[in-house]
C-alpha cells in the first residue's frame, strides 16, 4: 500500500495541474468543483486503505476520484466519448453502489450482494449495447435510456438499502448512517438531473459534482464511527475479563483466605495466610498487563532495556526518547510493542538478531523493531499483533507491519507526543 500512495497522489495531481487547468481556466467554479470531488475521492480512499487494508472500500473510493478526474478531463478531449457524463454512468456510479454494500462488512458477503454490485456494473454497458444494437447510439438518445431508467434504478436501490436499514440494529445504524445519508443525497442529485433537470450550462455539472463529494465525506466519518465503536468493544471485553479474572481467582482465594484465618487451628490459619499471599500473587499477575513494573518505575527507556535484558536474543536498542516525558498511554502502548515483537522474533520468527529504535519526529514517537527472522508474520483477527494495532490506534496511532518471507518483520508504531 505505501508503495501505491504516492504514484497515486502523482497521477492525480498530473490530472489535476496539467489537462483539467488547462481546459478549465475559463470556468474556474467548475474546476473547483471537479476538482475537490476528485480529490476528496483519492485521499479519503488513500487514508481508509492504509488504515484498513482488508476493507475493500479504500482502492474503491481511490478508482472513482481517479475516473472522476479522467472524466473532467474526456469531457473536453473527447466529446464523443465523455459528453453527459457517460463515463460516469459506466464506472463511477455502479462503484458508489459496491462501496454502499460493503461498507459496513469490507467486502460483498453472500450471493445476493454479489449478484446486486454485478448487475450495477453490467446495467449501463448493456443500455449502450442495446442502442447500438437498434442503431440509435447517440448522446441524445443515450440520456433519453438514462432518463427512464434511472428512476426505476433509484427505486430497486432505495428499497434495497431500506431493507438493510431496518436489518441493522441501533449501532449500526449510527455508524454508517453518514454513509447512507451520502448515497441518498447523491442518488436524489444524480436521478433529477438524468431525469427532469438535465440541460445546458455547468450548473448541472456542478451539483452532481457536489452530491458526489459527499461519498468521501460520509464514508470517512462512518469509518471513524466504526472504529470508535470497535475500541469501546475491545475496552468492554478487557473490562470483562478482568472483572472474571478478578472472580474466579483472587475474590475465590481472599474468601477462602477469611473463613481459614476466622478458625482456631493453627494449620487453617497457616493455609489461609498462604492463600493471601497466593492472592497478592495473583493481583501482580493481572495488573502486569496493565500497567508495568519497569515501566512505572524505570519510564519507557528502562521498561525496553529490560524487555533487551531478558530476550534469548540479542537485541541492539537505539534509544533517542530518554530525555522526554511521554504521556502515559504513549508509553504503555509502546512498551507493549516492543515487548510483543521481540517476543515474536523469539518464539515465532527464528531471529538471530533483533533491533528496537525509539525516536520521535514532527509531534510523533515512532517505534520500530526489526528481526532478521523468516517474516510472514500476519496481524490476524484476535492475535497479538492485531492487539497491538487496537492499542495503537487507540492512542490516535498507526501500526504497520512489513513481513517478507525470508527478508525479517519489522514492526512500526507512530503516534502523536499530544495523545491522552
Same mark, same amino acid.
Not at 474526456?74 to 465523455?82: E, I, K, N
Not at 482465594?253 to 498462604?274: E, I, N
Not at 540479542?314 to 510493542?337: G, I, K, N
Given at each position: ?7 497515486? /497522489? *502523482? ?5 489535476? &495541474? ?14 473547483? &468543483?471537479?476538482?475537490?470531488?476528485? *480529490? ?40 464523443? @466519448? ?24 469490507? =467486502?460483498? /458477503? ?21 442502442? !447500438? ?7 441524445? $438518445? ?25 436489518? +441493522? ?13 451520502? @448515497? ?27 452530491? +458526489? #463529494? ?8 462512518? !469509518?471513524?464511527?466504526?472504529? =470508535? ?23 475465590? =482465594?481472599?474468601?477462602?483466605?477469611? !473463613? !481459614? ?11 489461609? #495466610? ?38 534469548? *536474543? ?17 508509553? *504503555? ?7 510483543? #515483537? ?21 509531534? /510523533?514517537?515512532?517505534?520500530?523493531? $526489526? ?5 510472514? #508474520? ?10 497491538? =494495532? ?28 499530544? +495523545?491522552?
Amino acid at each position: 500500500m505505501e508503495l501505491l500512495r504516492w504514484p497515486l /497522489r *502523482v497521477a492525480t495531481a498530473t490530472l489535476l &495541474c496539467g489537462p483539467l487547468l488547462a481546459l478549465y481556466w475559463t470556468d474556474p467554479w467548475e474546476l473547483a &468543483c471537479l476538482a475537490v470531488t476528485g *480529490v476528496l475521492h483519492v485521499e479519503v480512499g488513500l487514508r481508509l486503505w492504509r488504515e484498513r487494508p482488508a476493507n475493500r472500500i479504500g482502492p474503491l473510493l481511490v478508482v472513482c476520484g481517479l475516473v472522476w478526474l479522467l472524466d473532467a478531463w474526456g469531457r473536453v478531449t473527447l466529446p464523443a @466519448l465523455f459528453t453527459a457524463g457517460m463515463m460516469l454512468s459506466i464506472v463511477h456510479d455502479p462503484m458508489h453502489l459496491h462501496a454502499g454494500l460493503i461498507v459496513s462488512s469490507g =467486502r460483498l /458477503r453472500g450471493r445476493w450482494e454479489r449478484l446486486v454490485a454485478a448487475a450495477g456494473y453490467a446495467y449501463w454497458p448493456v443500455l449502450v449495447a442495446g442502442a !447500438m444494437v437498434a442503431g440509435t447510439l447517440s448522446t441524445g $438518445h443515450l440520456l433519453h435510456l438514462r432518463a427512464w431508467s434511472y428512476p426505476l434504478v433509484g427505486v430497486f436501490l432505495a428499497g434495497l438499502f431500506i431493507v438493510r436499514y431496518r436489518r +441493522a440494529d441501533r449501532a449500526e445504524r449510527h455508524v454508517y448512517a453518514p454513509f447512507w445519508a451520502a @448515497l441518498a443525497v447523491n442518488g436524489l442529485c444524480t436521478a433529477m438531473l438524468s431525469t427532469v433537470a438535465y440541460g445546458s450550462g455547468h450548473w448541472p455539472t456542478t451539483l452532481y459534482a457536489l452530491g +458526489a #463529494a459527499l461519498i468521501p465525506v460520509g464514508a470517512a466519518l462512518s !469509518m471513524h464511527r466504526a472504529e =470508535r465503536r470497535h475500541l469501546l468493544r475491545a475496552r468492554d471485553r478487557e473490562r470483562r475479563r478482568v472483572e472474571r479474572d478478578v472472580h474466579d481467582g483472587v475474590q475465590q =482465594r481472599l474468601l477462602a483466605a477469611a !473463613m !481459614m484465618l476466622r478458625q482456631d487451628d493453627p494449620a487453617l490459619v497457616a493455609r489461609g #495466610a498462604a492463600e493471601v499471599e497466593q492472592a497478592i500473587a495473583d493481583l501482580r499477575d493481572l495488573v502486569r498487563g496493565m500497567n508495568p513494573a519497569a515501566l512505572v518505575c524505570h519510564g519507557l527507556s528502562g521498561a525496553v532495556a529490560a524487555i533487551a535484558e531478558r530476550a534469548a *536474543v540479542p537485541v541492539l536498542v537505539d534509544d533517542r526518547v530518554s530525555h522526554l516525558t511521554l504521556p502515559e498511554p504513549v508509553a *504503555v502502548a509502546a512498551y507493549f510493542v516492543t515487548m510483543e #515483537a521481540v517476543t515474536n522474533s523469539q518464539k515465532h520468527a527464528r531471529a538471530g538478531r533483533v533491533s528496537v529504535t525509539l525516536a520521535t519526529s514532527g509531534g /510523533r514517537v515512532e517505534v520500530t523493531v $526489526h528481526d532478521d527472522g523468516i517474516g510472514g #508474520a500476519l496481524a490476524v483477527p484476535g492475535g497479538g499483533l492485531h492487539g497491538l =494495532r487496537e492499542r495503537v490506534e487507540s492512542c490516535g496511532g498507526t501500526l504497520r507491519v512489513s513481513s517478507t518471507r525470508g527478508r525479517g518483520t519489522a514492526v512500526r508504531a507512530v503516534m502523536p507526543l499530544a +495523545a491522552s
